[in-house]
C-alpha cells in the first residue's frame, strides 16, 4: 500500500474512532461503561456491569431482537441492586423456562413504545397535574411523579422507581436507569 493510502486509511479510522468517541460522550456512563447514542438498546446494555441481570433476563425472555428492533422504545432499566431486592430466590425462578410468560411480563412492564426523553416525562407529568400515565408495552400502567428534580415511577404493587441515570441515548430509543425492579399486578 502506498504511503499516501495508508495515510488516508489511517485519518479514516482516527475520525471513525473519534466520531463513536463524540457519540459516547453526549451520553452519561453506564455501570461503568460508555453508550454510544448510534448503538442500540441491548448492544449498549450488554457492557454495563450495573446490568448483568437484566441483560441476562432479557436473553430468557427472548427479548434480544425485539430491544434490538426499530423501536423506539423507552426502557426503563433496573440496576442488579434493584434484581437483588427483590424477595430471595425471585430472580432464580423467574429464569426458570418455565415461567418465561412472567419474566417477559415483568419486563416488557419496563418498555414503553415510544422514544421519551426525561423532559418530555416531565412536561407529561406537569401537563396532567402532577401524576402521568405511562402505558408499557406489557400492559402495565405505571405512574410517574416528580420528586423534586428526579422521575420516580410508581408500578402496579405501590413499588417506587427513582430514575438514577436519564437520557441514555440509543439508536433505537432512550434508557433511563432505576433502582427498583417495576412489578405488575399478578
Request: overall charge neutral; charged content about 20%; glycine content about 10%.
Amino acid at each position: 500500500m502506498h504511503s499516501f493510502a495508508r495515510t488516508v486509511l489511517a485519518g479514516a479510522v482516527a475520525l471513525s474512532a473519534l466520531a463513536g468517541a463524540a457519540l459516547a460522550a453526549d451520553n452519561p456512563m453506564v455501570g461503568g461503561a460508555a453508550m454510544f447514542a448510534d448503538k442500540n438498546i441491548v448492544e449498549n446494555a450488554v457492557n454495563s456491569k450495573d446490568h448483568t441481570t437484566l441483560v441476562a433476563a432479557v436473553k430468557a425472555a427472548g427479548l434480544v431482537d425485539t430491544l434490538s428492533g426499530k423501536g423506539p422504545f423507552t426502557v426503563f432499566a433496573p440496576t442488579n441492586e434493584a434484581f437483588a431486592a427483590l424477595p430471595a430466590g425471585t430472580v432464580d425462578t423467574l429464569l426458570k423456562p418455565e415461567n418465561k410468560d412472567k419474566l417477559t411480563k415483568v419486563l416488557t412492564c419496563h418498555v414503553v413504545a415510544a422514544g421519551a426523553m426525561s423532559s418530555d416525562i416531565g412536561k407529561m407529568i406537569k401537563d396532567d397535574g402532577g401524576t402521568h400515565d405511562v402505558k408499557t408495552v406489557g400492559g402495565c400502567v405505571l405512574k410517574a411523579k416528580m420528586d423534586g428534580d428526579k422521575i420516580t415511577l410508581t408500578d402496579e404493587t405501590g413499588g417506587v422507581a427513582h430514575v438514577t441515570i436519564a437520557d441514555v441515548k440509543q439508536s433505537n430509543g432512550v434508557i433511563h436507569v432505576i433502582d427498583k425492579v417495576l412489578l405488575p399486578k399478578m
